[in-house]
């Protein structure tokens, strides 16, 4: 069974409808269900009408750019949401504007106190800034509804535990089929060529895919912490190892090369690459060598981690699954 985490933007909706769409746009992209006024409540002016929304919530968004329309309770909308939010322990991102203008004493309270509350707030400059906040949120907004006190009392543990790590699953293993792609490349291209890998920018291109990965964080997030950990101990093994070989090894691009087809990047041309001092290539191999064995090591634990995490949920949670 599956469930789409609900989330319910609050904000004026004078001037921000097509702001609200293109924040639903963002989290709908990202799997969630959002609860929008305009799109798909019930039209009211009954403050019952908001409430029973955010209820139904598992996280709630709230823009705060401007002094809404007061409520016969003397607050704005905005205002009431939040305290109806905060009653029923509903976690809350809030997203205040730089550039509000004046407002009533009151409401300047009510913003301060958000800020003082320790409450997940963040500040923007123009609408582009609150788009790009919004998104760099999308992880730790799909965690906070999967530890939302209502998903931990309403979904069994296997509906927590397994799509969360498949997802990560998934990414990891996509990663070692690329790493795994371009190793068997390197060793076909030694074969048919009689060169060294060492000896060639080859093995640059291979240390490259997990930096890659690295450098791409937003879209390579695990919410496994220690599938990061392992992935980020290849990546610094790599980044140590093209530092040595950049130090003692340069690439001949007028010389004659031959093509690949590596993962991400294409067609990539190969090069042979000369030692910076002839009469120390052997030194150069053997300092060079262990720090290679360290990245295949570390690949191994990445590897090993994964099938051995994904057998224990699968068993754990009676899980039939194809690897």
Do not use: W
């Amino acid at each position: 069974m599956y469930f789409k985490p609900k989330i319910f933007i609050s904000s004026v909706m004078k001037g921000n409808l097509e702001l609200r769409k293109k924040i639903s746009d963002i989290l709908e992209s990202d799997g969630a269900e959002v609860l929008l006024y305009e799109k798909n409540l019930t039209p009211s002016v009954d403050p019952n009408t908001y409430k029973s929304s955010i209820h139904d919530a598992d996280l709630v968004i709230f823009i705060i750019d401007q002094y809404g329309t007061p409520t016969p309770d003397g607050l704005t909308g905005t205002e009431e949401e939040y305290k109806e939010a905060e009653l029923c322990g509903i976690k809350s991102y809030v997203f205040i504007s730089k550039g509000i203008q004046e407002t009533p004493k009151d409401f300047a309270s009510f913003i301060e106190n958000i800020k003082k509350k320790g409450v997940s707030y963040y500040e923007y400059k123009d609408n582009d800034d609150l788009l790009k906040q919004i998104t760099n949120c999308l992880f730790n907004m799909a965690r906070d509804c999967f530890l939302n006190r209502k998903y931990l009392s309403r979904l069994p543990s296997e509906t927590l535990v397994s799509p969360s790590f498949n997802a990560d699953y998934v990414k990891g293993m996509n990663y070692l089929a690329q790493y795994k792609k371009m190793v068997e490349l390197t060793e076909q291209k030694r074969l048919e060529t009689s060169f060294d890998p060492l000896y060639s920018n080859i093995i640059l291109a291979l240390t490259d895919i997990p930096s890659g990965y690295i450098q791409d964080y937003e879209k390579n997030k695990f919410m496994d912490q220690k599938l990061f950990d392992l992935l980020n101990a290849v990546a610094t093994n790599c980044l140590l190892f093209e530092d040595r070989h950049s130090h003692y090894f340069t690439t001949d691009y007028s010389g004659n090369g031959f093509e690949i087809h590596a993962p991400l990047y294409g067609q990539e041309k190969v090069y042979r690459c000369y030692p910076a001092d002839p009469s120390r290539t052997d030194e150069y191999r053997r300092e060079l060598l262990p720090m290679f064995n360290h990245i295949k090591d570390s690949i191994n634990d990445l590897e090993n981690y994964l099938k051995d995490r994904k057998n224990d949920i699968d068993l754990t949670y009676n899980i039939s699954t194809e690897s």
